[in-house]
T-cell receptor, first 113, second 113 residues
Framework: KNQVEQSPQSLIILEGKNCTLQCNYTVSPFSNLRWYKQDTGRGPVSLTIMTFSENTKSNGRYTATLDADTKQSSLHITASQLSDSASYICVVSAQGSWGKLQFGAGTQVVVTP | EAGVTQFPSHSVIEKGQTVTLRCDPISGHDNLYWYRRVMGKEIKFLLHFVKESKQDESGMPNNRFLAERTGGTYSTLKVQPAELEDSGVYFC???????????FGEGSRLTVL
C-alpha cells in the first residue's frame, strides 16, 4: 500500500476558479512534505517544501498546508489559469532517507476556459 | 544555468537487449537520484548517489539494473537484459544538499517490446 495517498484522482475546473487537492501520508518518521507540478511529458517541478514545524507555505497562487498531527496536507490553487493544467504530486520523505522520496499517484487537474 | 539533462528522451528496445540511460546533473550538485514511473503507478525511488558513492540503492529492483557515477559527475543507468516490465519513464534528479530541493530532468521513456 502506498504511504502517500492523494485525492481526488482528477478534477476539472473552470478558469478563474479555486480548487483544493488533498494528501494523506503514513511515512514515518516524518521529515518533509513537498508538492510538485508535473506537466505532460516533463519532469516534476517543485512548488513547496514544508517541514514538521511549518503549517502553511505559499508560492504565488499555490498555497500548501500541513497538519503533521493528522498527517494531512492540502494544496490550494487560487484563481486557476489554463497553464495550471497538470498533475500535482504530493511527495513525503522520512528522516534519514533524504533522497528516498515517497510519491503519491498525483491529482490530474484540467482547467477549462 | 543548465538544468538536469537526460538522454535519450525515448528509447525503444526488444526484450533481452541492453539500454543505457544517462543523466547530467546540475553543475555542483553532489546528490544525484534515479526514480522511475511504470505504467499507471506512482514514481518510485531507485537510488541515491552522493558524489560517486551509492548512498542508498534500496529501490533498485534487481541485479539487471546497474547505476554508476564515475568521477561524481554524470550518471548512467544500465538495464541488461531488459524485460517487458522495465518499460516506463526514468527520472533523474539532483540536489546541492540533503534534504534540499530536488531538480528533476525531463525523464527518459523506455519501451521494451
Amino acid at each position: 500500500k502506498n504511504q502517500v495517498e492523494q485525492s481526488p484522482q482528477s478534477l476539472i475546473i473552470l478558469e478563474g476558479k479555486n480548487c483544493t487537492l488533498q494528501c494523506n501520508y503514513t511515512v514515518s518518521p516524518f521529515s518533509n512534505l513537498r508538492w510538485y507540478k508535473q506537466d505532460t511529458g516533463r519532469g516534476p517541478v517543485s512548488l513547496t517544501i514544508m517541514t514538521f514545524s511549518e503549517n502553511t507555505k505559499s508560492n504565488g497562487r499555490y498555497t500548501a498546508t500541513l497538519d503533521a498531527d493528522t498527517k494531512q496536507s492540502s494544496l490550494h490553487i487560487t484563481a486557476s489559469q489554463l497553464s495550471d493544467s497538470a498533475s500535482y504530486i504530493c511527495v513525503v520523505s522520512a528522516q534519514g532517507s533524504w533522497g528516498k522520496l515517497q510519491f503519491g499517484a498525483g491529482t490530474q487537474v484540467v482547467v477549462t476556459p | 544555468e543548465a538544468g538536469v539533462t537526460q538522454f535519450p528522451s525515448h528509447s525503444v528496445i526488444e526484450k533481452g537487449q541492453t539500454v543505457t540511460l544517462r543523466c547530467d546533473p546540475i553543475s555542483g550538485h553532489d546528490n544525484l537520484y534515479w526514480y522511475r514511473r511504470v505504467m499507471g503507478k506512482e514514481i518510485k525511488f531507485l537510488l541515491h548517489f552522493v558524489k560517486e558513492s551509492k548512498q542508498d540503492e534500496s529501490g533498485m529492483p534487481n541485479n539487471r539494473f546497474l547505476a554508476e557515477r564515475t568521477g561524481g559527475t554524470y550518471s548512467t543507468l544500465k538495464v541488461q537484459p531488459a524485460e517487458l516490465e522495465d518499460s516506463g519513464v526514468y527520472f533523474c534528479a539532483s540536489s546541492q544538499v540533503t534534504p534540499g530541493e530536488l531538480f528533476f530532468g525531463e525523464g527518459s521513456r523506455l519501451t521494451v517490446l
